[in-house]
């Protein structure tokens, strides 16, 4: 009888250690790093809210485009993102996973371009910060190309969005 309890006690503790206590901390790891990418999330949208216009002033010698401020001032489609967008010059879709905070130092500089979005792979979508309705270019950040799209900021904005 004595035999029976201790193996049924040593089958208990080896599930317990083995499976229970494993799976209870995994559950742990997860909920804490879902709180931590929330609280991630949460800053880049608020950097993606709160555009410094002064730095992009100093930076670019100009005020940013019209078009471009009016990305930044609307709520609903700055905080878009994961979307393809097919536009009437290209056979091509088009990624944006997000759009790009306006902040001092965390835009690429390329060439004078201000980059506004980003495909998730790395790619960026760039306009010339001193035309009033930039056109959009694309640019490969493998091969360094850079792919006019053939439609301005304005066009590019209002373009039907694909999920």
């Known amino acids: 009888m004595t035999e029976i309890i201790t193996s049924v006690l040593f089958v208990l503790a080896v599930v317990v250690f083995v ?17 931590k990418d929330d609280e991630q999330k949460a800053r880049f949208e608020h950097r993606q809210l709160h555009p410094d216009y002064a730095a992009f002033t100093s930076h670019y010698g100009c005020e940013p485009p019209s078009v471009l401020r009016k990305l ?7 905080l878009d993102g994961q979307f393809e967008i ?3 010059s290209s056979r091509h879709a088009w990624s944006v996973a997000w759009f790009e905070p306006m902040e001092d130092g965390s835009w690429v500089d ?5 980059s506004f979005a980003n495909d998730g792979c790395g790619n960026l979508y760039l306009v010339r910060p001193q035309d009033a309705d930039p056109e ?7 091969t360094g190309k850079r792919e006019a799209l053939g439609v301005r900021l304005s066009e590019f904005l209002v373009a039907k969005r694909i999920r």
Request: no cysteine; proline share 5%.
């Open 72 to 78: 930044y001032e609307d709520r609903e489609t700055v």
């Open 110 to 114: 390329v060439d004078g371009f201000y």
């Open 86 to 88: 097919r536009l009437p």
């Open 136 to 142: 959009v270019f694309f640019l490969d950040h493998e």
């Open 19 to 35: 499976i229970v206590l494993p799976l209870w901390w995994l559950d742990r790891l997860r909920r804490a790093r879902r709180v």
